[in-house]
Nanobody, 115 residues
Framework: QVQLVESGGGLVQPGGSLRLSCAAS????????MGWYRQAPGKQRDLVAR???????NYADSVKGRFTISRDNAKNTVYLQMNSLKPEDTAVYYC?????????WGQGTQVTVSS
């Protein structure tokens, strides 16, 4: 079992930056992939960024060039660096761990982009 705790969300002005962190309760070195998803009010939860055990990454088209996902296996932590934030990035951001048995989710962290 894996427990995930997100942090780093908050209120930021358009054009600003935030870095989200996702701390796992155990080693993530063997996890197939770690990802960040987001869900805006009234909308479905969508993939933002994903990083595999081998370090391969993929991003939603809407965040390419602005967001960067990374992982520190020694710290059991995954990060999402978000730059040039836009109001449409406003959502609850969830961390996900993709394991062979099941997916695990964090409780989410709110990101609000507003002037």
């Amino acid at each position: 079992q894996v427990q995930l705790v997100e942090s780093g969300g908050g209120l930021v002005q358009p054009g600003g930056s935030l870095r989200l962190s996702c701390a796992a309760s155990r080693s993530i070195g063997s996890v197939s992939a770690m990802g960040w998803y987001r869900q805006a009010p009234g909308k479905q939860r969508d993939l933002v960024a994903r990083i595999t055990r081998g370090g391969n990454t993929n991003y939603a088209d809407s965040v390419k060039g602005r967001f960067t996902i990374s992982r520190d296996n020694a710290k059991n932590t995954v990060y999402l660096q978000m730059n040039s934030l836009k109001p449409e990035d406003t959502a609850v951001y969830y961390c996900n761990a993709d394991t062979p048995l099941r997916d695990y989710w964090g409780q989410g962290t709110q990101v609000t982009v507003s002037s």
